[in-house]
């Protein structure tokens, strides 16, 4: 039994590995008490990167950690990318706006406004010869505009400058863009020709949840009509369709229903995710090649998603509908979250109608968790991450994350965005009572975020991708 986690970096200018090492030790400890190591490392023979590593773990449960490198990509980032970007953001109306962001992007406005009321007040000075240059008190706007320009070249480029030129489709970015994820679709899709994996996690952080969101999305595509046991010559299916044994009474009706009833509760989010579960093995089990249980996005800037990924919030509403833009719950199709086929099978004596999953509906058999540090008023927290729930559907389930009780301080500071897997330890508590109270997420005591990502991860629970199970009261009868 094998499992794979593909673990992608955020931005800045990231070094090969440390990404995935620090992640690594985090999930599972460095050595054992005798000095035994719990992982090694091998050639990543998937890679054309000779920098990059495959880490192996130790134990009944095998699992393979690749990371999907991609900052080297990104050479040549100029600020012109930058202000671009930022002008696009800063000229859009309130109502495009995220709230959670609304007091950074009121700043902003008013402080540039500030600024160029200052120019222009200092320019018209000097020039009508209001000020002799020794007392003109707006000599110091050059040296101001001088220490922002640096800043932007120096620091802010370095980090929102490979944001600027991933979520912006201007034709200078389109070739970057498609080339990051034309590399991260095909390593998925390496990893499942592989035809080692009964399970593959992905794991993105910050920018790299964008990425991991995107190439999961497109590598569906090529799955979701895949249904490859359905065939007339399938014994062992027709001879269980003959004893009135339901092939897809997840995807079918149980699937659909749960879906519906998603309210914003805990309970209805984890009914859900249990029905991904089983549609997972479902479609497995009727020889379905999809492999990925889990995205888990930390940090993530998918919670601003409207402002990001479309040209306004009504935009990209209008791009889940039309299923250019997966959502969790899917978007609903003519049956359930997907469509029948147009020819029954033969199935022994009696027709059966396959029902496929639509092209957006990954999230149908694969888990989204979230995990984010809040930031009260955009200010004391991780800004780029928070809920998901909100934009992308009530089949998200967001982790609210701290830090232990001695740094307590970093969960509530802008620097918590690289704090997520940094230490050890936390309420296991609260995860055990996961699902049992109401209440644990919103009012309970937060998990440390590393603990909240084990928990997400789950690399104990492969053993329940491989039992096909199937209830007969879960949907009405087929055909």
């Known amino acids: ?90 000229k859009r109306p309130r109502r495009d706006i995220p709230d959670a962001i609304v007091p950074i ?47 932007l070249r120096y620091s802010a480029l370095s980090y929102l400058g490979d944001a600027a030129r991933y979520l912006s489709p201007n034709p200078q970015n389109v070739m970057v863009r498609e080339q990051i994820r034309a590399d991260g679709v095909e390593l998925l899709r390496a990893l499942h020709n592989k035809g080692d994996y009964d399970r593959i996690i992905v794991v993105g952080h910050s920018l790299g ?52 009833a998603l309210d914003g509760s805990l309970s209805s989010t984890l009914k859900f995710r249990e029905m991904q579960a089983q549609a997972f093995i479902e479609q497995r089990g009727l020889g379905n090649g999809w492999r990925i249980t889990d995205l888990v996005t930390v940090g993530s800037p998918m919670a601003h998603a409207s402002l990001l990924l479309g040209r306004s919030v009504s935009d990209f509403k209008r791009r889940i509908e039309r299923r250019e833009a997966p959502a969790c719950p899917p978007t609903e199709d003519t049956n359930g979250y997907g469509y029948n086929a147009r020819q029954p099978v033969m199935l022994g004596q009696k027709p059966f109608t396959a029902q496929y ?22 200010l004391f927290g991780d800004i780029v991450g928070g809920p998901v729930k909100p934009v992308m559907g009530n089949g998200v389930l967001d982790l609210p994350v701290t830090v232990g009780t001695w740094k307590g301080w970093l969960a509530r500071s802008w620097f918590s965005h690289t704090h997520y897997w940094s230490e050890r330890g936390g309420a296991q508590g609260y995860l055990g009572a996961l699902g049992e109270d109401e209440q644990a997420i919103t009012d309970g005591p937060r998990p440390s975020a590393t603990e909240a990502l084990r928990w997400a991860v789950d690399l104990e629970g492969l053993r329940r991708f491989r039992t096909v199970a199937v209830k007969r009261d879960l949907a009405p009868a087929e055909g």
């Open 1 to 90: 039994m094998k499992q794979a986690v593909v673990v992608i970096h955020g931005i800045g200018e990231q070094r090969p590995m440390d990404t995935l090492r620090s992640f690594v030790e985090a999930m599972i400890p460095a050595d054992t008490p005798d000095g035994t190591p719990f992982y090694w490392s091998k050639p990543d023979r998937l890679s054309r990167n000779f920098d990059l590593r495959v880490l192996k773990s130790s134990g009944r449960t095998s699992t393979d950690f690749y990371e999907y490198y991609w900052a080297h990509k990104m050479q040549g980032t100029k600020v012109g990318h930058l202000l671009s970007w930022l002008w696009d953001i800063f």
């Open 105 to 151: 992007w009121r700043t902003t406005r008013w402080t540039l406004m500030v600024l160029l009321l200052l120019i222009a007040t200092g320019t018209l000075a000097t020039v009508w010869g209001q000020f002799e240059h020794e007392t003109n008190p707006f000599a110091f706007v050059p040296l101001l505009l001088g220490a922002i320009g640096l800043g």
């Open 209 to 260: 949840s964008v990425i991991a969101y995107d190439i999961v999305g497109y590598l569906w595509h090529e799955y979701h009509d895949q249904l490859t046991k359905v065939i007339p010559s399938n014994l062992e299916l027709a001879a269980r369709y003959a004893n009135g044994e339901l092939l897809q009474p997840v995807v079918k009706g149980a699937l659909y229903k749960a879906g519906t």
């Open 357 to 378: 999953l639509h092209h957006a509906a990954a999230f149908a058999v694969t888990r989204w968790t979230n995990l984010y540090f809040p930031a009260p008023y955009g």
